[in-house]
């Protein structure tokens, strides 16, 4: 089935500080989406929740094969144009800038994360309550990335991870 969404497996945690997406990139696809939901109750020191690129033996890939580019719009209306380089923390998502316990969503679409040749990229768009959205990050490595890590300082009352894989088909045109 080439170019339909096929989901790929679902995850659940509850009263958890995280989520491992485990063996969910294979090379059955080439692209990704990742929809995330749930409550977070976070540590009001450090509100906002994480994911990571895990390999295939499930172990996080290093902070500094990480870059990003975002825009953040905040509940007030202000914009904010971030960037970093080497930066796991801030990378891929982030959803809520204060507070304790936020409702929270994220969409991500993630390319070719079991290429040996090509880096990663990840393109989010996030929100809670606080309204924040994340787009970009780039992975920087070659190593075939094998799940994600969803991760708050705090826990998650719930959490709901569905993921699904896309085929892509060249056609040749003459």
């Known amino acids: ?93 982030i959803m809520v800038d204060s507070g304790t316990t936020h409702n929270m969503q994220a969409h991500l679409k993630v390319f070719s994360p079991r290429s040996t040749t090509f880096y990663k990229y990840i393109w989010a768009a996030c929100n809670s309550e606080a309204g924040y959205n994340k787009v970009g990050t780039m992975v920087k490595t070659t190593t075939a990335a094998g799940g994600l890590k969803i991760e708050t300082a705090g826990t998650f009352s719930e959490i709901h991870a569905a993921v699904y894989g896309v085929k892509h088909e060249w056609v040749q045109i003459n």
């Not at 009263?15 to 059955?28: A, E, H, K, Q």
Request: no cysteine; hydrophobic share 30%.
């Open 1 to 93: 089935m080439s170019g339909k969404l096929e989901l790929v497996n679902t995850f659940t945690g509850s009263s958890v500080s995280s989520l491992n997406l485990n063996g969910i990139f294979t090379d059955d696809y080439d692209f990704y989406h990742v929809h995330i939901r749930g409550l977070q109750n976070a540590d009001a020191s450090n509100p906002r929740p994480t994911v990571k690129i895990l390999d295939d033996s499930n172990a996080e890939l290093g902070a500094s094969n990480y870059d990003y580019a975002s825009l953040e719009l905040s509940d007030t209306g202000t914009l904010t144009d971030n960037n970093q380089n080497s930066d796991q923390s801030s990378s891929v998502l």
